[in-house]
């Protein structure tokens, strides 16, 4: 009966985090006041359990944006401008491109470029992006800047394995970039490059607005060594973010209660990064610019992304790990039900530590591939999608290997 209070006491706990970082004003974009809300219960509640906690702020933009129109002759196009543009007013010829080549070998320096097709086919970059920046991203920046086109349209297709269900998504979101960018559906795109060589007035409203951020980095015990325990606090733009990642935050919290009391030789940090759906990923930045010395001390690594969705099972994968951690690791995760081993993606904030041959461990949901196409970075991804029993599962479960792999380690088995 004990047993069952006590989980039924942190189901309870769990909805009130996850209620609590879906409800704050706006929202929880980086930057924003809903933002630093969440970041601030985190940090009181997190230090209540007795960690120190480090939230020293980093500087981020934030945008709002207002009314989008295209126009040419009597024709009305629907466009949107991508989150973080500079808003512009402009009337000039329209020029289309659909690969790279064609974006080398065409004139529209001062006109209106509509890039469509092939060219389209990923969401770009941000240019000034460190862990994962492809050389065709980079050389599309290039080009753009070095001809300077007066402002950009982009259509795009459906793409839910990348972007998550919204459509039409903006191919750039970088406050870094200085040409004004919209974006419209593909089907959109192929009406407006009918019209290519006639004159199109372009009218956007955007306004970036210097902000700032933080994470939470709390810290339980001293040691030469230290495992890592990380999810990211904020929510894609102007969305709820229950799965994504609300329930991650939650499960630092319940973890971090679980463990408050126990003597684990390893020193535990847990973190809320603060910018994974940000296009500057400016906590990421923040940390491992103040924190990179420290990468050496750190033993293992352990992202929690999209957790605790309704239907499915949580699914954990390894990136880097030996052979007696994944062995542990499995036998403890196992144990329980609701959990299994899925496959590796590469997509979250375990490539900071990877990436610098730290070992990890990314936890998510098994219907991620599902989420991802109807869920993620939209009005649906909501509590009510979130099984809390699942987050208090999972938390038990990240205690118990936590205990264990301390001993491993301390007994060099």
């Known amino acids: ?47 209540s359990f007795g960690y120190k ?20 002759d009597k024709n009305n196009f629907d466009v949107y401008i991508s989150s973080f543009s500079l808003g512009c007013n402009v009337t000039s010829e329209l020029v289309t491109v659909s690969t790279i080549e064609e974006l080398e070998k065409i004139s529209f320096t001062g006109k209106i470029l509509l890039m469509k097709g092939e060219i389209c086919n990923e969401q770009l970059m941000p240019k000034n992006f460190i862990f994962y920046n492809p050389e065709h991203h980079k050389k599309i920046y290039q080009i753009l800047e070095k001809k300077k086109p007066a402002a950009i349209i982009t259509a795009t297709e459906k793409r839910p394995e990348s972007i998550g269900a919204v459509y039409p998504f903006p191919l750039i979101e970088d406050g870094d970039f200085d040409i004004p960018v919209v974006y419209c559906t593909e089907s959109e795109g192929k009406k407006i490059a009918l019209k290519t060589g006639k004159i199109f007035t372009l009218k956007a409203e955007g306004k970036r607005i210097p902000s700032t951020a933080n994470n939470v980095i709390a810290k339980k015990g001293e040691s030469s060594k230290k495992i890592v325990i990380c999810a990211h606090i904020d929510a894609y733009n102007d969305t709820p973010g229950a799965s994504d990642n609300a329930s991650g935050t939650a499960v630092l919290l319940l973890l971090a209660e679980m463990i408050k009391d126990y003597k684990i030789k390893d020193q535990i940090e847990i973190i809320a990064f603060n910018g994974e759906d940000n296009y500057s990923v400016g906590g990421q ?55 299994v081993k899925g496959g590796e993606w590469y997509q979250g904030d375990h490539m900071i530590f990877f990436q610098s041959k730290i070992p990890a461990i990314a936890i998510t949901s098994d219907q991620t591939d599902y989420l991802m196409k109807h869920i993620t970075h939209t009005q649906k991804d909501v509590p009510k999608i979130i099984n809390m029993e699942k987050l208090v599962e999972l938390s038990y479960a990240l205690k118990n290997f936590i205990i264990a792999y301390g001993k491993l380690k301390e007994e060099g088995k």
Request: proline share 1%; net charge positive; with cysteine.
């Open 1 to 47: 009966m004990k047993k069952d209070n006590l989980q039924k006491g942190y189901e309870i706990k769990a909805k009130k985090y996850i209620n609590k970082f879906c409800n704050v004003k706006p929202n929880r974009r980086t930057g924003s006041s809903g933002n630093r809300e969440a970041t601030k219960f985190f940090a009181e509640t997190i230090k």
């Open 53 to 72: 906690i480090d939230t020293a702020s980093f500087k981020c933009l934030d945008f709002k944006s207002g009314k989008s129109s295209l126009k040419c």
């Open 285 to 339: 930045m923040d940390y491992f610019k103040r924190y990179k010395k420290e990468f050496g001390k750190i033993v293992l690594s352990i992202n929690i992304d999209d957790v605790g969705y309704k239907k499915g099972k949580t699914a954990y994968s390894f990136y880097g790990c030996d052979n007696k951690t994944q062995n542990e690791a499995d036998d403890i995760f196992q144990k329980h039900k609701g959990i």
